[in-house]
């Protein structure tokens, strides 16, 4: 009889093996990647996942990480700051807003053919 050890770890490779043959599991990524956790799903969770992954044409691992980013922002936050800094060099004309919205939206007389 297997342990529930060997049986894990069979089904896990059987598992790796499907999803490297239905993704691309060797991504380019614009960051390193180094650290390894890991994570455990219900069933019904790791199911729905990995069926969002295939829809998406990406790997589950690429699908958390977007999913931890965009949830908790780990690594934008200085990105937004830097462009809110870029923003706020820019020499833009501004008006009051009742002037900008004149000045964006045209008149009735112009709609009308």
Do not use: W
């Given at each position: 009889?297997h342990s529930p050890d060997s049986l894990?770890?069979?089904?896990?490779?059987?598992?790796?093996?499907?999803?490297?043959?239905?993704?691309?599991?060797?991504?380019?990524?614009?960051?390193?990647?180094?650290?390894?956790?890991?994570?455990?799903?219900?069933?019904?969770?790791?199911?729905?996942?990995?069926?969002?992954?295939?829809?998406?044409?990406?790997?589950?691992?690429?699908?958390?990480?977007?999913?931890?980013?965009?949830?908790?922002?780990?690594?934008?936050?200085q990105r937004r700051f830097k462009a809110?800094?870029?923003l706020s060099r820019l020499d833009l004309?501004?008006?009051?807003?009742?002037?900008?919205?004149?000045?964006?939206?045209?008149?009735?007389?112009?709609?009308?053919?």
């Amino acid at each position: 009889m297997h342990s529930p050890d060997s049986l894990a770890l069979a089904s896990s490779l059987c598992l790796y093996g499907y999803l490297s043959e239905r993704y691309n599991t060797y991504m380019e990524v614009d960051v390193e990647l180094s650290k390894k956790t890991t994570i455990l799903f219900s069933r019904e969770q790791h199911r729905q996942l990995t069926r969002l992954a295939r829809d998406r044409k990406t790997s589950f691992g690429d699908l958390v990480r977007s999913a931890c980013e965009l949830e908790y922002g780990t690594s934008s936050l200085q990105r937004r700051f830097k462009a809110i800094e870029e923003l706020s060099r820019l020499d833009l004309p501004v008006s009051d807003v009742a002037t900008m919205k004149r000045e964006s939206v045209p008149g009735t007389d112009k709609l009308l053919p």
